[in-house]
Structures are given as C-alpha cells and as structure tokens.
C-alpha cells in the first residue's frame, strides 16, 4: 500500500486498479533509449511481470541516453544490466531478462507469455517480424521511434485496430533511413517517448478510453511542436512469420573490409559524414565531402579511382554510391562497419 500509494489515492486508479497493475504481464523488446525510461516507470508503477529482450551489450556511446546503465555495466548485455538495476528498483515484481535476439523463431514463444508488446527497436526487421508476431498472438503493441530530435508513440494491433503494416505496409529501401548511431539524437528525447510509450502501456492496463490506436503521435524536441494523425485499418493478413525483405537497391553495391581497401594502390577513400562527426578517419588519399554536398562536389572525385565509401557504420556510404553510380562512377566499394570498423581494425595493428 505505501509503495503504490500516489496511484492508489488517485480515483480512476484506486485498489483495484492497481491490481490490475501488479497482475498485468509487459515484454518490452529492447533496452535502449526507449527501452530504458520504459522499463524505469513500468518497474516502479508495479508491471507485474516484465520481461526484457535485447542481445546487445551496453558501450560507452549508449551512457548519453540510456539511462540504466553506467560505467560499471559498460561491456555487459543490456537485458542483464537492466534487470539487476531494476530489481533494486522494485523487487517485489518478476523480471524475466532474455539475452538474445528477436528472431521469427523465438517471437510467438515469448509473445505468447505476455498482455502487451512495447517495441523499442532502432531497425525495420525488428518492428515488422514484432508487428506480424504480435498479430499471429493478438497482442497489442506500443510502438515509439525516434529521430535526431522527433519521435513518435502509436498503439498497434490494439482491439482489432490499425498495425505497423496498416502504417507502413513494407519495409523502406535496405539501408535508406538511418538510425540514430549515424545521424545522432538528442539525449533526453527517447526518455519523453519511452515516457509516453510507459503511459499508454498503463492506458491499456487500466482500460482507459483514448488509447492511441488508429493514431500517430508526433513530438519535436526543438520547437515543442506536437501532432497526431490518423491511421487507417488496411486489409492486410498475415498468415505466417518468414524473414523481413527489405527492398533492394536498383544497383548493385559491393562491399570491401579495410584491410583489403588498404591493399587498393591507385584508390581513393571518401567519407560522406558532416565535417563535425568523429573520430575522424586517418586514410591514405582521403577526402570528406559530406552526404548532402555530394551532388555538387561530385567533380572532387577521380573516376580513374577505385572509389572506397565510408561513413559512421556504413548506411549513408551506400546512398553515396548509389548516386555515383548513376554519374558513371563504377568502381565504387562500400567500407563494410564503416569508420568503426575501420579504426578498431587500425587499433589492433597497432
């Protein structure tokens, strides 16, 4: 009673509707920056089972945003880290932590044990293989995405209601949108988002009206600006899960590891980040010309070459060559891992 007391003594919540807190079963599927504040306001509301899937483990670049964890869990996985600094937070719950992937083998097994799905993904094959499984399970899913400095909240799949696919029917172009290691985020946002994913996750609990299914909220972090709009139920089935198939590209990309862009004599490396990201990269004939200069710039380039793409991790690299492709630029590689791989790689020869 004194733990939930600031929920008991509200009226629409009273005792029983902390129970049906405490009886209620979370999975939340990832514990990044949206998974993180997520799991924080469910723990300490008193979810009373919640389970935890993430096979990542946490690096210093995550401490910005991802709240759960510190220095001394830097190295370890994530589901693990989250559910010993949960535990502290309210043990008087269950937490069941799942160190591994999401896969289309393990999806339905584990939705089937739980009331509600919360999607903290970064990447498209997560958020259609957790859509179609939680539609085979009839599971509701809060989703949230986020944006350098937007993000986004919506409920799916919630009482026979819009889903992901109704949304966005199929996946985007392979590596078209990039994720927040190649673009940045504002630290605080994924906590409003996964704020307000905790919220509607306690909206549908406590069978409150105005859940947002059929809607897509929107937030900006810089101008405080927000919407919503609509979504409309599509007629889509699905019928069975099977591997997510992004659409490929018109042309063919090849991709090269460092150690063999090294052996290149006549090459030349470019690197399409913004001039202010790091690390920066030590290259032999090495030129930047960021993503959205490229077009103009394109004259910078030797087409006599063999031109070696690179980016943060390797996603805008390939917009790159695509657009060079189409100026006859034809010996082209994509740095495969991108600027990390490459100076883990010049680390370990060192």
Request: hydrophobic share 35%; charged share 25%; with cysteine.
């Amino acid at each position: 009673m004194s733990r939930y007391n600031r929920h008991i003594i509200l009226e629409d919540i009273g005792v029983a509707g902390q129970k049906k807190i405490t009886s209620a079963k979370v999975l939340v599927i990832g514990a990044g920056g949206l998974g993180c504040p997520v799991l924080q306001y469910l723990v300490a509301a008193g979810v009373g089972t919640i389970g935890i899937v993430d096979y990542d483990n946490v690096e210093e670049s995550n401490l910005q945003r991802q709240v759960l964890f510190g220095t001394s869990t830097l190295g370890k996985n994530k589901a693990l880290s989250a559910k010993e600094r949960l535990t502290d937070l309210n043990p008087t719950i269950k937490i069941n932590a799942y160190p591994e992937r999401l896969t289309i083998k393990n999806a339905k097994e584990y939705f089937s044990e739980y009331d509600i799905i919360v999607d903290g993904t970064d990447n498209f094959e997560s958020r259609y293989l957790i859509n179609d499984a939680s539609v085979l399970t009839n599971k509701p899913v809060v989703y949230g995405a986020i944006y350098k400095f937007e993000g986004q909240v919506a409920v799916f799949n919630y009482k026979e209601g819009p889903t992901y696919r109704c949304l966005f029917p199929s996946p985007p172009k392979e590596s078209s949108i990039p994720n927040c290691s190649e673009v940045g985020v504002l630290g605080v946002l994924p906590g409003i988002i996964g704020t307000m994913q905790a919220n509607e996750v306690l909206k549908i609990i406590l069978d409150f009206k105005d859940v947002l299914s059929g809607k897509l909220f929107c937030f900006n972090a810089k101008t405080s600006q927000t919407s919503t709009f609509s979504i409309s139920k599509s007629n889509y089935k699905v019928e069975e899960l099977k591997p997510i198939e992004s659409k490929n590209c018109n042309t063919e990309i090849k991709e090269i590891y460092i150690e063999d862009a090294l052996q290149i004599n006549n090459s030349q490396f470019l690197d399409v980040r913004e001039l202010n990201e790091i690390p920066k990269a030590d290259l032999p004939n090495y030129i930047q010309i960021p993503l959205r200069e490229l077009s103009q710039s394109i004259h910078k380039l030797d087409k006599s070459k063999t031109i070696i793409v690179l980016c943060q991790t390797g996603i805008r690299s390939k917009t790159a060559i695509e657009q060079l492709q189409k100026q006859n630029f034809n010996n082209c590689f994509n740095l495969k891992g991108g600027i990390i791989a490459s100076q883990n790689y010049l680390k370990e020869k060192i």
